[in-house]
Antibody, heavy 119, light 107 residues
Framework: QVQLMESGPGLVQPSETLSLTCTVSGFSLTSYNVHWVRQPPGKGLEWMGVMWSGGSTDYNSALKSRLSISRDTSKNQVFLKMNSLQSEDTTTYYC?????????????WGQGTLVTVSS | DIQMTQSPASLSASLGETVTIECRASEDIYNGLAWYQQKPGKSPQLLIYNANSLHTGVPSRFSGSGSGTQYSLKINSLQSEDVASYFCQQYYNYPYTFGAGTKLELK
């Protein structure tokens, strides 16, 4: 069945770079796009960016200068890197598979990984 | 960016009651709207897509409607397991944006 699983460090120092991995199973990264969404504790959701099935990416303009998404199709993994982390980047990070055509909703989500930015 | 204004922010209702949550987009999103349910410590779960299409396995007491800039999620005959937060998401244009959420509690 379709599964996504985020992994990464739970704690990152301010101004450092965050590296997260989304490992997927049950589908091919060359057939589906994978999005990153984050959620501060007790707050709403923010779409961060997408790795398209063709290998290109799109980013939320609010994060674009700090964000990079890549993938390794042989390992079924999508990677998120974000630099210059600050306290407001303390959130739960999710990866999700996009469904639809043209515009995409999210039927499958990872369990999320909480990242705390603190010294 | 398209702003999604969701209301109410919180809602208290009784078992068996019908509740409605609304989302207003800052521009026409042409039914590019999804609704999610999220329980504490869990990932969001898709309920509705394309404004009114029920996701597989979602109980039929959930329904979505609307068009243009105004959309709503209705829960008929509220059950205890419906206690959760609910979010709308527009996917008509990038960046995708979400409503701030509605926290639904039992009265």
């Amino acid at each position: 069945q379709v599964q996504l699983m985020e992994s990464g460090p739970g704690l990152v120092q301010p101004s450092e770079t965050l590296s997260l991995t989304c490992t997927v199973s049950g589908f091919s990264l060359t057939s589906y796009n994978v999005h990153w969404v984050r959620q501060p504790p007790g707050k709403g959701l923010e779409w961060m960016g997408v790795m398209w099935s063709g290998g290109s990416t799109d980013y939320n303009s609010a994060l674009k200068s700090r964000l990079s998404i890549s993938r390794d199709t042989s390992k079924n993994q999508v990677f998120l890197k974000m630099n210059s982390l600050q306290s407001e980047d303390t959130t739960t990070y999710y990866c999700a598979r996009g469904e639809g055509y043209g515009g995409f909703w999210f039927a499958y989500w990872g369990q999320g990984t909480l990242v705390t930015v603190s010294s | 960016d398209i702003q999604m204004t969701q209301s109410p922010a919180s809602l208290s209702a009784s078992l068996g009651e019908t509740v409605t949550i609304e989302c207003r987009a800052s521009e026409d999103i042409y039914n590019g709207l999804a609704w999610y349910q999220q329980k504490p410590g869990k990932s969001p779960q898709l309920l509705i897509y394309n404004a009114n299409s029920l996701h597989t396995g979602v109980p039929s007491r959930f329904s979505g409607s609307g068009s243009g800039t105004q959309y709503s999620l209705k829960i008929n005959s509220l059950q205890s397991e419906d206690v959760a937060s609910y979010f709308c998401q527009q996917y008509y244009n990038y960046p995708y944006t979400f409503g701030a959420g509605t926290k639904l509690e039992l009265k």
